[in-house]
């Protein structure tokens, strides 16, 4: 009851999108690890592809295996729906015979599509095209992109309500992680908390302790600095 798209940049940072007729769809569907992977789990969804997907796919496994491994011990799979994206490589996906039409999926070597219950093909269509045709925008916002046009393309068959977004980039929490849970217009408020994580969000959580910089910026000036040189950037790119 679903459809999401799973990205990875240039950078290898991964995002995924997500929109469904159904409460809090990003709680439980969504799932990231730095440096391993992207997958959602959807349909009748299993919360348990997800931790044992990010493990399986830590330890080597190819994306089609991990697929596999899921699916081939689980005897609700049938109903299920799972796409699966690694930190290299393309990725691979799994639609249950019983999942209800119109459902389908697409892998492609950087990102992957998947979706059920639509209204057709078209929205994966759209979603896919989108997204290539949006080379050169920042990750999150061809996601954006890519679920507005799917749901211009028809989206879920039985409505709207509910939309995530996640990127994960080089630490071990999501650079941004935002969710619509229950709204008239989920893609449309998500668009609209998107460029709200803009004004502070997104530059005061490069501040905030790392792998690489266990303390992090404590200086509140030093913090107000980077936010203001954030902007001056974006205006710049602009």
């Known amino acids: ?11 290898g940072c991964f995002g995924v999108a997500i929109a469904s007729r159904f409460f809090a769809v990003g709680a439980l569907c969504v799932h990231t690890r730095r440096g391993v992977g992207a997958l959602s789990t959807q349909a009748l969804m299993n919360p348990l592809y997800g931790p044992k997907g990010m493990a399986l796919l830590a330890e080597g496994y190819a994306p089609d295996q991990v697929v596999d491994r899921l699916t081939s011990v689980d005897a609700g799979r049938d109903q299920r729906q799972l796409h699966v994206l690694p930190a290299r490589g393309r990725a691979a996906a799994w639609t249950g015979s019983a999942c209800i039409d119109w459902c389908g999926h697409r892998t492609e070597e950087e990102f992957s599509v998947a979706g059920n219950m639509l209204a057709g093909p078209g929205v994966l269509q759209a979603t896919a095209d989108a997204f290539l045709q949006t080379r050169g925008l920042d990750l999150a916002e061809r996601l954006l992109a890519a679920m507005a046009a799917g749901e211009a ?4 068959k039985r409505g709207k309500q509910s939309a995530a977004l996640r990127i994960h980039a ?3 929490y999501p650079q941004l992680d935002i ?8 893609l449309r408020e998500l668009e609209r908390l998107y460029r709200k994580s ?8 490069a501040c905030l302790p790392g792998r690489n910089d266990p303390v992090g910026l404590t200086d509140r ?9 954030f902007h001056r950037q974006r205006e710049g790119a602009a």
Do not use: C, K, N
């Not at 393309?153 to 879920?156: P, Q, R, S």
């Not at 969710?179 to 989920?186: A, S, T």
């Not at 000036?221 to 040189?229: M, N, P, T, V």
């Open 1 to 11: 009851m679903t459809w999401s798209i799973l990205a990875r940049d240039e950078a």
């Open 153 to 156: 393309a028809g989206g879920d």
């Open 170 to 172: 080089d630490e071990d």
């Open 179 to 186: 969710r619509v849970d229950d709204h008239e217009e989920p």
């Open 198 to 205: 803009l004004e502070r969000y997104q530059p005061f959580m």
């Open 221 to 229: 000036d030093a913090i107000e600095a980077h936010i203001a040189r």
